[in-house]
T-cell receptor, first 113, second 114 residues
């Protein structure tokens, strides 16, 4: 069965600094991988997804993630943090051919002025 | 705005009661998913419907049930409510099945059981 582990329930970075949110997955078959963002009092919004094309996936708002099969990782990065990036971020996995997505527990990103 | 609507926005009820949460998917989307988000459990997949038929089940309690109607809107029924059922309930929709398809989330219904 697939699963997702997000390292760090809270991450703080300074405005302008690199954002790195870690995600490791477990899947018995090649997975689809996703990053979603949840702003306060809102639903989740897709940032980016990996579906076996390029291993480096670019998403919205300047975020990108790299699929590394050898490390079973799909870490999310952004070169320069903005105050507006403060939110909760969820990594998720779906086995190909499966209909459900399994979410990680989320990482709350805090941006320090 | 994702195009997915959920009603009501907030619901306060007592233990032992039954409530119904409603979701209207994006125009043209055939799949509807229900999720429960709580502080201790995180975001849990409950159930998926595709074009009126149950497609996948997750951690859904027997006290909970759902259905998708011919017009593709969906309802999640929660009965014999317990304090621990207090959570945010999200609905999401996609055009086909999961995997490559993006799920679009509604704003959620916050359920408080007193």
């Amino acid at each position: 069965a697939q699963s997702v582990t997000q390292l760090g329930s809270h991450v703080s970075v300074s405005e302008g600094a690199l954002v790195l949110l870690r995600c490791n997955y477990s899947s018995s078959v090649p997975p689809y991988l996703f990053w979603y963002v949840q702003y306060p009092n809102q639903g989740l919004q897709l940032l980016l997804k990996y579906t076996s094309a390029a291993t480096l996936v670019k998403g919205i708002n300047g975020f990108e993630a790299e699929f590394k099969k050898s490390e079973t990782s799909f870490h999310l990065t952004k070169p320069s943090a903005h105050m507006s990036d403060a939110a909760e971020y969820f990594c998720a996995v779906s086995d190909r051919g499966d209909d459900k997505i399994i979410f990680g527990k989320g990482t709350r990103l805090h941006i320090l002025p | 705005d994702s195009g997915v609507t959920q009603t009501p926005k907030h619901l306060i009820t007592a233990t032992g009661q039954r409530v119904t949460l409603r979701c209207s998917p994006r125009s043209g989307d055939l799949s509807v998913y229900w999720y429960q988000q709580s502080l201790d459990q995180g975001l849990q997949f409950l159930i998926q419907y595709y074009n009126g038929e149950e497609r996948a089940k997750g951690n859904i309690l027997e006290r909970f049930s759902a259905q998708q109607f011919p017009d593709l809107h969906s309802e999640l029924n929660l009965s014999s409510l317990e304090l621990g059922d207090s959570a945010l309930y999200f609905c999401a929709s996609s055009s086909r099945l999961a995997g490559t398809d993006t799920q679009y989330f509604g704003p959620g219904t916050r359920l408080t059981v007193l």
